[in-house]
């Protein structure tokens, strides 16, 4: 937590296999996996664990035909290509109309937005403020791709796409655990490593 902020310091994807829409509903005719990421190992094992014996609540069913695969992947580059797994969104809202603005890749608070996030997040898990920032870049001809949702209500802009993400291995590791940019307790901003 830090200040009115609280962060919760795991992200995961989206649901990935084969499916149909019908009248506004997603039918899954396949395997489902997702995946879910956090610096703290404990959260992870306990969330391996309570699948593992109790299975996957989703809708009113309870899945315990799972398979479960746990990872520990460390960051070693200080210059990465990835992709968004889920599209990474950063806002800001007006304290007195409470209006929020979502802002696009092409806009230039968008990466100085991501770097600040990161400080945030980084100072609450921390306890301490990183030493330099991270540089995002969008990759040349590769236009980023737009998604609006709604989630709790509210409607959510977010964006897709390959970028360029630059910082320490240390940092660079950190937002590969945690997620790029805001929500990411909310499915926003995990990214694959090209």
Known sequence: MRGQRQYKMFQFSQL???YRIENKKITFFSEVSFEVRSPEP????????????KGVTFGNHVYTDVDLEL???????????IRMKSPVTVY????????????????????????????????????IAPMSGIQL?????????????????TFITAWYGTYKLSGERKY???????????????????????
């Open 137 to 153: 870049g969008i990759c040349e001809n590769s236009m980023p791709k737009k998604l609006v949702t709604r989630y709790k209500g």
């Open 71 to 81: 990872y520990d992947y460390t960051v070693e580059e200080r210059q990465l290509l």
């Open 92 to 127: 800001a809202t007006d304290l007195k109309s409470e209006k929020t603005w979502y802002f696009s890749p092409d806009e230039e608070p968008f990466c100085k937005m991501i770097n600040d996030n990161f400080y945030r997040k980084y100072q609450a898990y921390y306890g």
């Open 16 to 18: 990935k296999g084969e």
């Open 42 to 53: 404990l959260l992870i094992r306990l969330l391996g664990e309570g699948i593992w014996n």
């Open 172 to 194: 660079l590791d950190f937002l590969y655990q945690t997620g790029l940019g805001a929500k990411n307790a909310q499915g926003f901003g995990m990214f694959e490593i090209l």
